[in-house]
């Protein structure tokens, strides 16, 4: 289990998102508020896209196996970079020598030459049931791409192999039927293997104009008795959302100031604040897309039903 | 205020509606008196929750925040209201901002105090913790009210005979795992023999996804916990249609109707294929007016249900208020 955060929105310093509030992503690698016994210590990676840049439609990519509390490089980049959209996560693994800790797992993912990137907050029981029959439903070149061992990277695939061209932009709409394409195949498959435990399965999937971001999970309340995951399975997996003008500090504190049209977005497994009242927690089972126009942010969530 | 006039107030509070005096008496010793200045802030949205306030003269205005850094008044409370109890209850923090209309005198009362009234194995606390589960029912069933007044239009969920054809369809089965429920957060902190003695209470049923088990208007038939799966709760009105709660493995739902007597304020659909406790109307009844330890169990279970519910329903009126 993991933790996700996604910016989209005015130029904003990343040091905000990642170090400066009291319930950063950093800080929820080692002291998460809204999972139980989990901490999300096996590695940081983030894509910031930042229009002033050269070749703005890469993203600007960062990873590392490291703790990112104790990472200076991170900490002085992030000072200085401030991108219009960021999708970043703290990656955490079962306690268990089957887990690997490596850069190739780190999300997101983004394979060379796509636009598209990719960040996972859940699991996939019983992955290893249903990984190869995964192949058929993802196209080869992008198959070849994959280089770590987690289900999140197949994820990714799959996603990118239901967009038309998977090495184009895709537009909002899109990359949101492709993401619940990936969903259907994911129920399909499972369904023909006789898996039925719960699978969180948020996610953020983006190209730096536009967000997709998922609260859903397979099978939610479903558990082996003695799983090791149960406890922090139990409660449907967190995201939450806040949308404004700009996410700024303001009396010592840090909000999503107001803004109408809204011009700013952050989604986020937990509130970036302890004290949260500008923050919204996303629906169970359902999809926000985001897009960046010239007339401001344009928002939406909808039920997921796959 | 004197003593006998506390008394005498708290006596026409509604939620202490059965009291004796002596009990009212042994409360007032230990309430303090505030006065809250006009357009003064009692407490905001999200700050943790040290007291709860019995007006006595005056009015509160209570507001939600809403997205684009907004705030919605939800409704207002005069003399012998209470506000504040949902974040005492559960230790969270304040569901909504607090503010006085105009100069206001009310009795505080600590979270430490309103534990220890709740905490007794004695009729007094019985009692007060089923007129804790009315008063949270009435604010459920006002939130909710609000929420269909928001989205318009006349109900429109499933008929009560599909919710009638659910319950009778339902397929019995044995209990579930043990070693999983003991890990269910719910139930860590009940006395064993108590929490066993609740789980064998009911029968337990598998129910495919997709069916109605409650029909908003209709009476209800049982009180459901689900173990596992999830159960939605929606409302659902002309073409629109808005969950307002999911109840997850350890989540009851159905009660609202056995608690007060009204109809089901909301229809429940299973999101996922669910195994649930089922407490028929009588067996809950006889559960919810008892006074040993499953009952305990059945009282803490259902308040903490009705705070949970309470703070889940915040969110779609929070969207919604949002989008108006």
Known sequence: MCRILA????????????FDTDNSLVRQSYRP???????????FGMKAWDPASLRPDEPFSYR???LPSFDRNLRFLSAKVAPTCVVAHVRGVTYSDEAVVGETNLHPFHFPGTRVVLAHNGHLREFRRMRYALVEHIRPELAQRIEGTTDSEWIYALVLSQLADPFGMPDTRELADATAAALRILRSLRVERGIDTSSPVNLCVSTGRSLVSTRFSFDYGWYPPEDEMLETDLPYVSLWYAIGGEYARRDGGWEMTDGDPARSLIIASEPLTVDHPGWFEVPEYSMLTAELSPAGLEFETRDLDV | MSDPDTVGFLATV???DGRDEATLADLARILRLRTIAKDEVVWRQGEDGREMLFVVEGALSASLHVPGNRTVEIGRAGPGDTVGEVALLDGGPHTMSVRAVKTTTAFALGRVDLAALLAPQDPAAFGLRRAVAALLTARHRNQLAHLADSLGGDAAGPPAEDADRAFAELEYCGPPDSRYVRRMATFHDFDPLALWGF????SYARCPRGRTLLAEGAPSTACYLTINGAVEQVLARGSRRIRVGLAGPGRAFGYEGLVDGGPSPVTAVTRERALLLVLPRDRFTTLFHGEDAVARVVLDVIQRELVATLRQTLRPHARLAASI
């Open chain 1, 7 to 18: 910016y989209l929105g005015d130029p904003l310093p990343v040091h905000h998102l990642l």
């Open chain 1, 64 to 66: 590392a196996t490291t």
């Open chain 2, 14 to 16: 509604p939620l202490l």
């Open chain 2, 199 to 202: 789980l064998t209470s009911g």
């Open chain 1, 33 to 43: 508020r809204m999972m139980n016994t989990f901490l999300n210590l096996a590695g």
